[in-house]
């Protein structure tokens, strides 16, 4: 029996940037090993299977991933592959993950205990520069061929990294790079008094850049997949590194699938989930994710991603603006009655441990907590209320649960939310439309570029939700998109 398995996707969730020489140099950047081993060789050598079909090599960005280069190196079919072939196989051994044994002492697992779980990619990262610093590691043939920059925002310049213009992101961006100035000095501590022979990275000196660049190759390139068992026959989750699998490039209409095997021999393998043309690129599914996480761990941005939306917080503050700037009366955002705190409370947006992200856009539209608690807030009919279920208020599925003047007073506090979000934006899109017709540097074009994706979904959004309060003036009915 085999499980498919998705690729990992936990955030690695930002300030100062941390100067990387070759920062910008990720259009086709160059692999650590000026000549990187024959990676398919190695993994059949070591017992995998690779089809005959496959190659590795340089793509071309024939569609666009949103950041006007070429997409590096990836896998592509040199003839056509049979849907359910099998594409490649590793064994149990190859791949790389981070492994302490019980009760023996170890300076690298002395370093991981510092690392919070939201930075998992680090605890591997470690582990992978541990290897790194190994003369003659069994996974110098699989780290040779890793890329020595990545694309992503911890290593852009401290001007691309205002251009992206999203504080949420600019957040995070902050928050990944305070960790690694902090872990830099706390490495530093740990090793000043080791010995060379128990030196976990060989002597070599580890800096917030090693480290970054360690993150930022686990983080783009993890798969977590089942590792030991536990007591009860059920097993831990653990982020590997999956050796040539990881050249597989992202599609949200992906033409491979990875499964994890219970079989002895075989821990995973790729297959073809739809038939595989010549020269095609094999591609996976990352996962339903916004370009919040595509750009922080994988170093790109999708345009329209189904997935995308912005993050705001829920506050009475905003609430009242909004309600405002749409004329609609609400006089329950700061001070709710307490039969509305409790549906609040139950949509854990009030109350000592509550969480206040709300996001619109996605394939939700409006995140079910927000559009259930403005429903709420915006009606003074308690057996109305009281009438719905948690599940009915929280849907935009159903027709109109608190009637069409109600729905349309939501649906326009929404709308005023977006342009709220909208007015943070500096710049237009028409503007940054105007700075990608000219010569930038690529960190550059790649911040503009998630911008306008922001821009463009809030606009969407006030868009769809326009349609909507046009279609409840009219009295017809509202269906989900």
């Known amino acids: 029996m085999s499980t498919k398995m998705m690729l990992m996707a936990s955030s690695l969730t930002h300030a100062r940037p941390i100067a990387c020489a070759a920062a910008s140099a990720f259009i086709n950047p160059s692999r650590l090993a000026s000549q990187p081993p024959d990676l398919i060789k190695w993994v059949r050598r070591e017992g995998g299977f690779v089809h005959h079909s496959i190659k590795i090599a340089y793509l071309e960005e024939d569609k666009p991933n949103g950041s006007g280069s070429g997409l590096g190196l990836g ?5 056509d592959i049979p849907k359910g072939s099998d594409l490649i196989t590793l064994p149990d051994h190859i791949p790389l993950r981070f492994e302490s044994k019980d009760g023996e002492p170890s300076t690298l697992t002395d370093l991981a205990r510092h690392i919070p779980e939201e930075l998992w990619a680090m605890k591997l990262g470690v582990k992978l520069l541990q290897e790194r610093a190994i003369k003659g590691s069994f996974w110098w043939p699989y780290i040779g061929n890793l890329p020595e920059t990545y694309s992503v925002p911890i290593f852009f310049p401290g001007e691309d990294i205002k251009n992206l213009q999203y504080a949420p992101l600019l957040h995070q961006v902050n928050k990944r790079c ?98 595989i043309k010549r020269d095609d690129q094999l591609e996976l599914n990352y996962g339903r994710l916004n370009n919040d996480f595509f750009l922080m761990d994988y170093g790109f941005v999708v345009p329209s991603n189904p997935y995308d939306c912005i993050e705001l917080k829920y ?42 992200k709300v996001r619109i856009g996605g394939s939700e539209l409006v995140e079910d907590r927000l559009l259930a ?36 007073a939501v649906f326009r506090t929404i709308i005023a ?65």
């Open 178 to 275: 305070r960790f690694l100035l902090e872990f830099e000095k706390l490495v530093k501590n740990e090793l000043e008094t080791i010995k060379l022979d128990d030196h976990p990275f060989g002597g070599k000196d580890i800096d917030a850049s090693a480290l970054g660049w360690a993150m930022s190759a686990v983080s783009s390139r993890a798969f977590r997949l089942h590792g030991k068992k536990r007591p009860g026959r059920t097993h831990i989750d653990t982020p590997m590194m999956l050796p040539l699998i990881d050249m597989c490039n992202h599609s949200f209409a992906p033409n491979a699938e990875i499964v994890q095997e219970n079989n002895e021999n075989v821990l995973v393998k790729v297959i073809a989930g739809a038939e």
């Open 417 to 481: 939310l977006c342009m709220i979000a909208l007015s943070h934006f500096p710049t237009k899109i028409t503007e940054d439309e105007s700075v990608l017709e000219k010569t930038v540097s690529s960190t550059a074009e790649l911040a503009v570029r998630y911008r306008i994706q922001k821009k463009s979904l809030i606009i969407d959004a006030m868009r769809d939700f326009t349609r909507r309060v046009k279609l409840l003036s009219e009295k017809e009915p509202v269906s989900a998109q």
């Open 373 to 408: 608690a403005l429903r709420v807030l915006l009606s003074n009919d308690k057996k109305a209320v009281e009438n719905h279920n948690l599940d009915t208020l929280k849907s935009i599925a159903s027709a109109p649960p608190l009637g069409p003047s109600n729905e349309a």
């Open 75 to 79: 896998l592509v079919a040199t003839d």
């Open 315 to 356: 506050d009475s503050g905003l609430l009242e603006a909004a309600s405002m700037a749409a004329g609609v009366s609400a006089p329950n955002f700061s001070t709710p009655l307490p039969w509305q705190q409790q549906i609040l409370l139950r949509l854990n947006l009030l109350g000592e441990n509550s969480d206040l």
